[in-house]
């Protein structure tokens, strides 16, 4: 019975959406190669299945890989910065560099740095979601409450004692909230990364847009937002299990 | 509340109004401007009594859907796309072609002492836009167990400039040239020789607009054979105007690019039967391969496919 409210409410306007879809485009109001009909897309992701399951593990693969190494690089850069206020003036401006750069414009470079194939993918994963986890680490960190500071002060805690049972504790919540910004980040680098790297469902994208697949590309577009909401759930189990004894965000409503 | 849903989209009411009276005809272009587009750019429009937007597109831009959806009246679109098009219900018909023959070829690295596009297949890398029919019709006929297929790079050489194995999927009338300005000796396979050739560059409408408009649509197809026979004569002037809107591609390339493609435009076929003219034959070749490579499921009709105005 729980399960089942749990899944009611996402599943309402799933059925709304694809019902009003399949009856413009079978209504004739929207035409089939600008958007196909949801019937046509499940048919295409049936008849494609092989072909898709494979390039969905390929960049399933490539984003978890590059989402872990943004998660464990991105946390020790976080703690890094957190150190000094030296450090993170001098530091901090290039971490935003990673938000901004447009993967698209550099793919070519990554291309010839890493070669073609899976690096280069994981790579594109990487760069796009390593900054979510640097600033919510680090805004993390950094809003510890004062008092409970000063307490660790007062019983002679030394900085690595107060930094592992203290502040990086205190800071799940907010890491938690860049993992999840992270994961979906991490998919979609992970596709552009395969537009130029190849493999995946990319270049199933890519192959199908060529061929005026439509039906083809939303299948594969469908597949690539599972991925997504797979690795969000998944994160969610985790923060779910670390902070259930002593945050609020994760006990129950 | 409902006044003040009004009042915040009645601009973008407006704006659609103004847009549909001032009745543009639109044609949409599938990348920047360049010199395989100059003469549309060089079409005397006006004397036709048409008022005519280029729309210039970038890498992928859709202009067979946007044709046949009516975003755009006439759309720049390859022989092979227009028939995938219509055997999925789009109905798209070609008009004029400026290339007679396909501009698509291999470039390999000349250090390599290749003789045949079979050469490239034996070993090193291969990038191509895959899931053009030419590729399959190219794996069909060799095989691509001994090289490496990767995605087309689009008109960036970095890769091939480092790696002497690399082979890239180019415009024979661009990226060569580009290649040899780096100082690079290069070979070019047209693509071609391997029996593929659709018509490139094919202004097109749909069925919809030819049969509500044929006299603006026979317009159309004259301004641009006089734009292109300009074009071909002189390509000066019209360069600078391209060259204005597109700056990332220099000026020296501008003239060198329309000096090269001429071949690929004129030939004894244009000279018998007018610039940007297609035959029966030919549409029939490309259907039947289409049609063997799986592409199409049944075979088209020919002469749905394009008229000659």
Known sequence: MKAFRNILPPLIPFVAITAAMEFLVRGGFIRSYLLPAPSAVFLAIWENWGELAQAMLKTSA??????????????????LLSSSRWVQKAFYPYAVFFQTVPVIAIAPLLVIWFGYGMQTVIASAFVVSIFPVIANTLSGILSTDPALRDLFRLYGATPAMTLFKLRFPAALPQIFTGLRVAAGLAVIGAIVGEFIGGGGLGSVVDVARTQQRVDKVFAAVLLASLLGLALFGLINLISGITLRRWHASEQSL | MLRRAFLRVAPALALLAACSKSAKIRLALNWKPEPEFGGFYAAPFDKHGLDVEILPGGAGTPTVQMVGAGSAEFGIVEADE???????????????TVYQHSPLGIMVHAERNLTSIGDVLKEGTLAVQQGLPYVRLLEKQYGFQHVRVVPSPGGDLTAFLADPKFAQQVFITSEPLAARRKGVAVKVFPVSDIGYDPYTNVLATSDETLRKSPEM?????????????????????????????????????????????????????????????????????????????????????????????
């Open chain 1, 62 to 79: 490539s984003a978890m890989a590059g989402f872990a190494l943004s998660t464990f690089t991105g946390i020790a850069a976080a703690v």
């Open chain 2, 217 to 309: 649509v026979k317009s159309m197809v004259a301004a641009a054979r006089e734009g292109w026979r300009v074009y071909l004569d002189d390509p000066k002037a019209t360069n600078e105007k391209m060259h204005q809107m597109n700056p990332s591609m220099d000026a020296e390339t501008f003239a060198e690019v329309a000096e090269a493609q001429k071949a690929l435009i004129e030939d004894d076929e244009t000279r018998k039967n007018g610039l940007g003219a297609m035959t029966k034959a030919r549409w029939e070749t490309l259907i039947g391969q289409l049609k063997d490579l799986g592409y199409i499921p049944m075979a088209i009709p020919a002469e749905e496919c394009f008229r000659a105005l």
């Open chain 2, 82 to 96: 227009l028939l995938l098009a219509r055997s999925k219900g789009n109905p798209v018909v070609g008009l004029f």
